[in-house]
């Protein structure tokens, strides 16, 4: 089948030549003659044969679909990822199929995924549990008897495949500097999970951030919880609630621009303006952060951009870990600390 409605057959009929020919003529094969492939290739021109995906994937082994797996379909920001990926498939000429996280959770997950017959498989990553990730890395190992794949997101250093990742370490310690810089001390991190033993986590840069601004690190400042506006409420609402109000937090980094909207409302409940009394800092920057009140100093991750850059490596072959962009994005809810 066509776009056109035609079939290799009739291309081959028309040009007086076999399916093969024909195949081999779309396929740039240089086993055909000059004159043999002019003809049909003036056949497919009066055509406007193209054919399908389908049909070359029976002839080529390839299916011309990519997988994604993404941990929460409904956060804006996997949206984007999505987005930026189908864009760049669709060029490519390659379709995606999205799988949700659960995906991970069948029976056998691996055998699952592999009868989709896809020709690739793109996993974003979240921090896990030590047994999260000894599961998934099993997983993983299996799937790649089938497939390439490859991982973006926040992906453990020790996993040992294509990677495009944040250097969470690096973007939390110079989010911790520029607070610093604004004059805060009582910084509090909120959200995540106890993260297990990678070197680039989040929880590393902040420690080291701390440390280099010769501020002590302490428990009541360090909140963990899921990445949602309403965890993030009532996180920042448990920690204002466990100290006495001279040792409020002045500046909170949030885990990403969900948690910092749940945090802004928090904050607002409990009487303090923002910015002036405690400035809140997002991740992700995702298209509401300029239109919340005050507007939200983020980080822009570069969603679509990822997502296009993990197609990109996935069609490539390369086995190579790449950094993912980011860049501070200044807005006005972080402020210089004037004391309350």
């Known amino acids: 089948m066509s776009t056109s409605g035609s079939t290799i057959y009739d291309i081959a009929a028309e040009a007086g030549v076999s399916i093969t020919t024909v195949s081999r003529v779309l396929r740039g094969s240089g086993a055909v003659s000059a004159a043999t492939k002019k003809k049909v290739e003036a056949v497919i021109a009066r055509h406007n ?16 679909t990519l ?15 999505f987005t930026g990926a189908n864009d760049e498939a669709r060029r490519s000429g390659h379709l995606i199929s999205l799988f949700p996280w659960s995906s991970l959770s069948d029976e056998r997950p691996a055998l699952s995924l592999a009868n989709r017959r896809m020709d690739g498989l793109i996993v974003c990553v979240e921090y896990l ?11 993983l190992k299996e799937l790649r008897q089938y497939m390439r794949i490859v991982l973006i997101g926040c992906v453990p250093s020790y996993y040992s495949y294509p990677t495009i990742s944040y250097p969470m370490a690096e ?14 001390e009582k910084i509090a991190f909120i959200g995540g999970t106890e993260e297990d ?55 909170v980094i949030a885990l990403n621009d969900l948690v910092a909207m749940g945090c802004m409302n928090a904050a607002r409940k409990r009487g303090l303006k923002l910015p002036e ?19 939200l100093t983020s980080i822009d991750t570069r969603q679509q951009e990822l997502g296009a850059d993990a197609v990109r490596l996935l069609l490539s072959g390369e086995e190579k870990r790449m950094d993912a962009g980011w860049e501070f994005v200044y807005r006005e809810s972080c402020a210089r600390y004037a004391g309350r």
């Open 129 to 139: 549990s030590p047994e999260g990730n000894e599961r998934l890395l099993e997983t």
């Open 277 to 295: 009394d405690l400035s809140i800092l997002g991740c992700d920057n995702l298209f509401c952060a300029p239109y919340l009140s005050p507007a």
């Open 171 to 184: 973007i939390m310690r110079k989010s911790v500097s520029y607070l610093v810089g604004l004059g805060h």
């Open 197 to 251: 033993r990678d070197e680039q986590r989040r929880d590393v840069g902040y420690t080291q951030g701390l440390q280099e601004a010769h501020l002590p690190c302490t428990a009541s400042y360090r909140a963990f919880c899921k990445g949602t506006a309403e965890a993030g409420e009532a996180a920042l609402e448990e920690m204002l609630s466990s100290l006495l109000p001279a040792y409020w937090p002045t500046a």
């Open 67 to 81: 997988g994604m797996i993404l941990p929460k379909l409904l956060n804006p920001n996997y949206a984007m990822i």
């Open 49 to 64: 044969y193209h054919p399908s995906a389908i049909a070359q994937g029976m002839t080529s082994k390839k299916t011309y």
